[in-house]
């Protein structure tokens, strides 16, 4: 088998030795269980996002991400992505009609974002969820936005192309955290500096 062949069906970029649920010649290759891959891929789950590819193909591609996480950006696509929360509770904010609204997303729950919503997954300790989100084409832009958490105004609309988001996001907000100028908020002088791992803010009800 030519190794051109091979390199067509590897489609997980940072694992590239793992195939991509389809065999070469076009088959289906067998179920995989998947509390044991999780098991088994522990290690690399870590902060700021805890993402992991498990299926990274042509037309969609769904993460594994556990928590915590450890991150204060807002994600925006011209595309739809699907939650499904497996272990534990979480939060997802939305900026919607200028304000932020927090979505408490349950063990066992689904959720939905829409194209073009700005969000930011919260994930405590002992949580995972499996994301699916469409494979952005070459050229396509998307946005990490940093809003200021003491006066809300937009503190950066980083609009880029995202290659890798396992890798990429994750270098973007890295980035970000570490230029001073960028991450100063114009309206109040307040720096949005590099978070620590989320906890779950007390119920009240």
């Given at each position: 088998m030519s190794e051109d062949i091979i390199a067509k069906h590897v489609t997980n970029p940072d694992t590239p030795d793992e195939p991509n649920g389809i065999d070469p010649d076009g088959s289906v290759t067998s179920p995989l269980h998947l509390m044991r891959w999780i098991s088994e891929n522990r290690a690399a789950f870590k902060p700021p996002v805890g993402n992991k590819y498990l299926y990274s193909g042509r037309d969609f591609f769904v993460m594994i991400i556990a928590g915590p996480n450890a991150r204060n950006d807002f994600h925006q696509t011209d595309s739809e992505e699907f939650f499904i929360q497996l272990e534990g509770d979480i939060i997802?904010?939305?900026?919607?009609?200028?304000?932020?609204?927090?979505?408490?997303?349950?063990?066992?729950?689904?959720?939905?974002?829409?194209?073009?919503?700005?969000?930011?997954?919260?994930?405590?300790?002992?949580?995972?969820?499996?994301?699916?989100?469409?494979?952005?084409?070459?050229?396509?832009?998307?946005?990490?936005?940093?809003?200021?958490?003491?006066?809300?105004?937009?503190?950066?609309?980083?609009?880029?192309?995202?290659?890798?988001?396992?890798?990429?996001?994750?270098?973007?907000?890295?980035?970000?955290?570490?230029?001073?100028?960028?991450?100063?908020?114009?309206?109040?002088?307040?720096?949005?500096?590099?978070?620590?791992?989320?906890?779950?803010?007390?119920?009240t009800d």
């Open positions: 997802v904010k939305t900026h919607e009609g200028g304000r932020i609204v927090d979505h408490l997303v349950r063990e066992g729950e689904t959720f939905f974002i829409p194209p073009n919503v700005p969000h930011a997954p919260c994930r405590p300790e002992g949580t995972l969820g499996l994301v699916v989100e469409r494979r952005r084409p070459a050229g396509e832009l998307e946005h990490q936005i940093f809003y200021c958490d003491k006066c809300h105004a937009l503190v950066e609309d980083n609009e880029f192309d995202c290659s890798d988001i396992v890798s990429a996001f994750k270098q973007a907000m890295e980035d970000f955290w570490a230029d001073e100028e960028r991450s100063t908020c114009r309206s109040c002088g307040h720096r949005i500096g590099k978070p620590g791992p989320f906890v779950m803010p007390e119920r």
